[in-house]
């Protein structure tokens, strides 16, 4: 009798840097990883070859993990025929997905999955309707919605639905911002983001009194969303994607391990969902992903949008908290409250001066002693943002990803066989034939067999169950271990042979969009993509900003964050402060708008201040990222 529970797959989606990094994301409990192509990522810093990413698939596809191949940027016309060609590298490389933002692609008729990139801006059910009609098999969220807004998304359409749950937080909505494109050159649309918005900008109104100054105002804390997951697999989420392809192997390994562990709680408890790939990953360190790097934790707008959310003082990592300096003496200073730090340990300050950092040369008790005392002042809040001892064990670790699998061991006078299945009950079985002796011991004999049986050394299965028929006839060991490989070998064989389920979906042309007109940030650069709205209904198409001579009096960046909202001077529950108010940052400057209705907040370009010297941007941006 067939069970009458229609199961749902969900599946944790890590980000990899390359091929090491996917390993280390594989092994640590990912359902599937997503990984950049030598061009036209969102992360140029995060390229590999089809090579490289071939060896992924074939890593990752033993344990039915899934491969998305990021080519999500937008294209030129002149570039449309390099971007075909290294999307059907890819594809013959073995990826089981393409996630991409420029509409060209999905005209070129490519035999793979395509997500929609969270660069689309997908925002509405509306939107999420049309793309899965489009042929979309996924839609990628924008990371400032709530859970109503998810959950209605969800409902709108029959595309699976994927959420950012952990890292960094783009402040203007994803593919709407120009701000790096205006202020260096650098487009984030194109893979190039210097990331301005974490650069220390100056609040400043109408009569150019500044309000705030020097403070990191656009700098958004890190998502996480590790006590929720339990509400977006009721929503109807179906991938949990963690942020990061240009973070260290630590923090992939941490990170990923924590949320498996988290979303493996909340499938036990749902019988109708299971996890998307097979294999257990039991980490040899306990996962802490406040240990890595983190501005801070925050669930955004998960709940609705609220203030608390920007981290003013610093764009770095400042770790977990451990407490607040209650006083100062010479050279060290005290806790006010008890904390497990040890020399070589990085704190974070935060003071009423700004951030400062050292690391921790003594402790004693709660007095510590850092390496230097410089802007430590009593009340600075104290953080942890590097725990010697725990990236010591990150380090160390030798966490495995084994497939569980049972084994029957047959003899007879005229040979024998091992047959082993997979937790998924594929099968595979070796033998030999030959003469066998009788056992002088048949126990002694099937208890070596039943242990020869379960050796799987640095295979990826771990054999729990042996059943031995026959042991009358004795088998020697090293005829056993020869048996045992080749069956073991046979069954990751059978895993890699079966292919990965697959929405490879065509392209609905009767589908409408949700709009007559397409504004300048919504960016169709080639002719393609222009053919591809104008045939679902599109009538008007404004030349796209990102190819504009001058943004001058453009809205560079929209945002659902709000700077008043986040400094208690939101206009709806009645401000004190009036007037227009602007960003600067040296000769840069942007008169900020705020849409009520929309609860909405958008950055305009205005020309440069005169006399104000350029700053420099921000070059060790990508790594902060």
């Given at each position: 009798?067939?069970?009458?529970?229609?199961?749902?797959?969900?599946?944790?989606?890590?980000?990899?840097?390359?091929?090491?990094?996917?390993?280390?994301?594989?092994?640590?409990?990912?359902?599937?990883?997503?990984?950049?192509?030598?061009?036209?990522?969102?992360?140029?810093?995060?390229?590999?070859?089809?090579?490289?990413?071939?060896?992924?698939?074939?890593?990752?596809?033993?344990?039915?993990?899934?491969?998305?191949?990021?080519?999500?940027?937008?294209?030129?016309?002149?570039?449309?025929?390099?971007?075909?060609?290294?999307?059907?590298?890819?594809?013959?490389?073995?990826?089981?997905?393409?996630?991409?933002?420029?509409?060209?692609?999905?005209?070129?008729?490519?035999?793979?999955?395509?997500?929609?990139?969270?660069?689309?801006?997908?925002?509405?059910?509306?939107?999420?309707?049309?793309?899965?009609?489009?042929?979309?098999?996924?839609?990628?969220?924008?990371?400032?919605?709530?859970?109503?807004?998810?959950?209605?998304?969800?409902?709108?359409?029959?595309?699976?639905?994927?959420?950012?749950?952990?890292?960094?937080?783009?402040?203007?909505?994803?593919?709407?911002?120009?701000?790096?494109?205006?202020?260096?050159?650098?487009?984030?649309?194109?893979?190039?983001?210097?990331?301005?918005?974490?650069?220390?900008?100056?609040?400043?109104?109408?009569?150019?009194?500044?309000?705030?100054?020097?403070?990191?105002?656009?700098?958004?804390?890190?998502?996480?969303?590790?006590?929720?997951?339990?509400?977006?697999?009721?929503?109807?989420?179906?991938?949990?994607?963690?942020?990061?392809?240009?973070?260290?192997?630590?923090?992939?390994?941490?990170?990923?391990?924590?949320?498996?562990?988290?979303?493996?709680?909340?499938?036990?408890?749902?019988?109708?969902?299971?996890?998307?790939?097979?294999?257990?990953?039991?980490?040899?360190?306990?996962?802490?992903?406040?240990?890595?790097?983190?501005?801070?934790?925050?669930?955004?707008?998960?709940?609705?949008?609220?203030?608390?959310?920007?981290?003013f003082d610093t764009p770095k990592s400042v770790g977990e908290r451990i407490g607040r300096v209650a006083r100062v003496a010479g050279g060290s200073f005290t806790l006010d409250t008890d904390a497990d730090l040890a020399p070589g340990d990085g704190l974070c300050l935060l003071t009423p001066h700004g951030a400062t950092g050292t690391n921790v040369n003594a402790v004693a008790g709660r007095r510590i002693t850092p390496n230097r005392m410089e802007g430590i002042l009593p009340g600075a809040e104290v953080f942890r943002n590097y725990d010697r001892r725990f990236n010591l064990a990150l380090e160390r670790s030798r966490m495995r990803r084994v497939i569980p699998a049972r084994a029957v061991v047959e003899v007879s006078?005229?040979?024998?066989?091992?047959?082993?299945?997979?937790?998924?009950?594929?099968?595979?079985?070796?033998?030999?034939?030959?003469?066998?002796?009788?056992?002088?011991?048949?126990?002694?004999?099937?208890?070596?067999?039943?242990?020869?049986?379960?050796?799987?050394?640095?295979?990826?299965?771990?054999?729990?169950?042996?059943?031995?028929?026959?042991?009358?006839?004795?088998?020697?060991?090293?005829?056993?271990?020869?048996?045992?490989?080749?069956?073991?070998?046979?069954?990751?064989?059978?895993?890699?042979?079966?292919?990965?389920?697959?929405?490879?979906?065509?392209?609905?042309?009767?589908?409408?969009?949700?709009?007559?007109?397409?504004?300048?940030?919504?960016?169709?650069?080639?002719?393609?993509?222009?053919?591809?709205?104008?045939?679902?209904?599109?009538?008007?198409?404004?030349?796209?900003?990102?190819?504009?001579?001058?943004?001058?009096?453009?809205?560079?960046?929209?945002?659902?964050?709000?700077?008043?909202?986040?400094?208690?001077?939101?206009?709806?529950?009645?401000?004190?402060?009036?007037?227009?108010?602007?960003?600067?940052?040296?000769?840069?400057?942007?008169?900020?708008?705020?849409?009520?209705?929309?609860?909405?907040?958008?950055?305009?370009?205005?020309?440069?201040?005169?006399?104000?010297?350029?700053?420099?941007?921000?070059?060790?941006?990508?790594?902060?990222?």
């Amino acid at each position: 009798m067939q069970n009458s529970i229609r199961v749902r797959t969900v599946e944790l989606l890590a980000p990899a840097k390359d091929y090491a990094s996917a390993v280390v994301a594989v092994d640590a409990g990912a359902d599937a990883v997503y990984i950049g192509g030598a061009r036209f990522g969102a992360r140029q810093a995060a390229g590999n070859t089809a090579e490289e990413i071939a060896r992924v698939a074939a890593y990752a596809h033993r344990f039915g993990v899934r491969v998305h191949a990021t080519l999500n940027t937008l294209l030129w016309d002149d570039e449309l025929a390099d971007a075909e060609r290294q999307a059907r590298e890819l594809i013959d490389a073995g990826v089981d997905a393409l996630i991409v933002q420029d509409m060209a692609l999905r005209r070129m008729d490519l035999p793979v999955e395509l997500h929609a990139s969270t660069q689309v801006s997908n925002r509405t059910p509306e939107g999420a309707r049309f793309l899965s009609e489009a042929g979309f098999s996924r839609v990628i969220l924008e990371r400032a919605l709530s859970l109503d807004e998810i959950r209605a998304i969800c409902a709108a359409t029959t595309a699976e639905v994927e959420v950012f749950v952990h890292g960094a937080i783009c402040v203007g909505y994803s593919g709407r911002c120009f701000l790096s494109r205006t202020m260096s050159g650098r487009s984030g649309n194109r893979g190039a983001c210097s990331q301005p918005c974490r650069l220390p900008w100056d609040l400043v109104d109408g009569k150019g009194r500044k309000l705030i100054a020097g403070k990191h105002l656009l700098s958004l804390r890190d998502l996480n969303l590790s006590q929720r997951l339990g509400e977006l697999v009721d929503a109807g989420v179906a991938s949990f994607k963690i942020e990061g392809r240009l973070k260290d192997a630590g923090y992939i390994r941490n990170v990923v391990a924590y949320y498996r562990r988290a979303l493996d709680e909340v499938l036990a408890a749902r019988p109708g969902v299971c996890r998307a790939s097979v294999g257990e990953s039991v980490p040899d360190f306990a996962p802490d992903p406040a240990k890595s790097f983190t501005r801070g934790e925050s669930e955004y707008f998960f709940d609705g949008k609220c203030p608390g959310v920007a981290s003013f003082d610093t764009p770095k990592s400042v770790g977990e908290r451990i407490g607040r300096v209650a006083r100062v003496a010479g050279g060290s200073f005290t806790l006010d409250t008890d904390a497990d730090l040890a020399p070589g340990d990085g704190l974070c300050l935060l003071t009423p001066h700004g951030a400062t950092g050292t690391n921790v040369n003594a402790v004693a008790g709660r007095r510590i002693t850092p390496n230097r005392m410089e802007g430590i002042l009593p009340g600075a809040e104290v953080f942890r943002n590097y725990d010697r001892r725990f990236n010591l064990a990150l380090e160390r670790s030798r966490m495995r990803r084994v497939i569980p699998a049972r084994a029957v061991v047959e003899v007879s006078e005229g040979g024998f066989s091992i047959a082993c299945t997979d937790c998924e009950g594929l099968s595979a079985s070796a033998s030999h034939s030959l003469p066998l002796d009788r056992a002088k011991n048949p126990e002694a004999n099937a208890a070596a067999l039943r242990a020869q049986a379960m050796k799987s050394g640095d295979t990826i299965f771990a054999v729990r169950e042996v059943e031995v028929r026959g042991a009358e006839w004795f088998v020697p060991a090293s005829l056993a271990a020869e048996v045992r490989r080749e069956a073991l070998d046979a069954l990751l064989q059978a895993r890699l042979a079966r292919p990965l389920p697959h929405r490879i979906l065509p392209e609905n042309r009767a589908a409408r969009y949700p709009a007559e007109r397409l504004t300048a940030e919504e960016n169709v650069t080639n002719r393609l993509a222009e053919a591809f709205y104008r045939d679902h209904g599109v009538r008007e198409i404004e030349p796209p900003l990102e190819r504009a001579a001058s943004v001058a009096g453009h809205v560079v960046m929209r945002s659902a964050y709000c700077i008043r909202r986040e400094i208690g001077e939101c206009l709806r529950e009645g401000s004190r402060l009036g007037g227009d108010l602007y960003l600067e940052h040296g000769a840069e400057r942007f008169r900020l708008v705020f849409d009520c209705a929309a609860c909405e907040m958008s950055l305009v370009k205005e020309s440069r201040r005169e006399g104000a010297r350029p700053r420099r941007s921000n070059p060790a941006a990508d790594e902060r990222k």
